[in-house]
């Protein structure tokens, strides 16, 4: 194999492929530089979903006509039959990766037909959050509280999964005792305000916090304050800023 790679690099016409290789190889970064960022923005045009696997394909396809050309000059090798032999080489290894093929058509299949792109929230395999990327073996799952879930193309394209028309809330829940002789709908109204006033840089405020009464108990009815997290907030962070806005109140039990 390696007589066969080699056997056209003559010492007297070694300066010359390898100056050929050398340009060859800039030219295909030249170009790779700038098709690159050309086919990102057409996608944007284009309104067709950009993740890495698009992008990776097309730098595949760049340094694989780069190679075909350099072959017969600098190797001495026939690309017709580099091509037959590849062809035959990638059925067979196809067959021993078979997921990894299944995930690359998966993740294609995917992107192309826009079921799901980067930025769509989603729930599979039991995980809800947002599409961060599609790469060319698995796609990219965060949710609010920002774990990430790297779930294989296949599986995503096999089986069911639920597309959210709009993110998922994290939330976090405040419960505390009311006077069984208060009026509920100030309480309700006042817990929301001052949960919103004192909480505001820490919930998502396209979300308002909802104020529900559950069953009474001997130091007064049950309130439950339901607060809505902003990105990167915990509960406990929540629950302490809200506690310490509600102390005082004069409707607690």
């Not at 990102?40 to 950009?50: F, G, Y």
């Not at 294609?108 to 599409?131: C, E, H, N, R």
Request: glycine share 8%; hydrophobic share 50%.
């Amino acid at each position: 194999m390696m007589e066969t790679l080699f056997s056209g690099l003559e010492p007297a016409s070694y300066v010359a492929k390898a100056v050929l290789l050398v340009i060859v190889v800039v030219v295909a970064l030249v170009v790779q530089r700038v098709s690159v960022p050309i086919s990102r923005r057409a996608l944007e045009a284009a309104k067709v979903p950009q993740a890495t696997i698009l992008l990776n394909i097309q730098r595949g396809l760049i340094w694989g006509f780069a190679l075909l050309f350099v072959l017969g000059p600098v190797f001495g090798i026939e690309p017709t039959g580099f091509v037959a032999t590849l062809g035959v080489t990638s059925v067979a290894l196809s067959l021993g990766l078979q997921d990894t093929v299944s995930n690359l058509i998966g993740g294609l299949t995917l992107m192309l037909s826009k079921i799901i792109q980067p930025g769509d929230y989603v729930t599979a395999s039991g995980f809800t959050g947002k599409v961060t990327d599609i790469n060319w073996r698995y796609t990219c799952v965060e949710d609010r509280g920002g774990n990430m879930q790297v779930i294989p193309n296949s599986v995503l394209w096999k089986s069911a999964f639920v597309k959210l028309v709009e993110g998922p809330a994290l939330s976090s829940t405040l419960t505390m005792a009311v006077k069984k002789d208060a009026n509920l709908n100030v309480v309700a109204e006042e817990a929301v305000v001052a949960a919103t006033m004192a909480a505001a840089k820490l919930l998502d405020l396209k979300r308002k916090p909802i104020a529900e009464f559950s069953e009474p108990r001997a130091d007064g009815i049950t309130l439950n304050l339901t607060l809505f997290m902003a990105d990167g907030t915990t509960s406990a962070a929540v629950n302490d800023v809200v506690a310490r806005a509600l102390v005082g109140k004069p409707w607690l039990a």
